[in-house]
């Protein structure tokens, strides 16, 4: 079966002393729309990154992230991994 691509985005937030913590992710319908969230998000969160992943259904194997856009602060660790 063909792999499908998830597109989602991650806020950040800030935690106490200042930490950047991920927030609650959510899946978005299109690398622009995930962009776009994204880009909003950042306005009310510390920031936000947009990454697709294409998934195999199938097996659950899936590809590496591939980071879309990122937006305000995000811990540099994740820029690394998507």
Do not use: W
Not at 12 to 37: C, H, P, S, V
Not at 54 to 82: H, K, R
């Amino acid at each position: 079966m063909a792999k499908k691509t998830f597109y989602v985005v991650q806020p950040f937030e800030l935690g106490k002393r200042g930490a950047l913590k991920a927030g609650a992710a959510m899946e978005a319908r299109t690398a622009a729309d995930a962009e776009r969230i994204a880009r909003r998000m950042a306005i009310v969160n510390a920031g936000a990154i947009a990454f697709s992943r294409d998934v195999d259904p199938e097996s659950d194997d899936a590809d590496p992230p591939v980071l879309i856009a990122s937006f305000g602060q995000v811990p540099d660790s994740t820029l690394e991994a998507a």
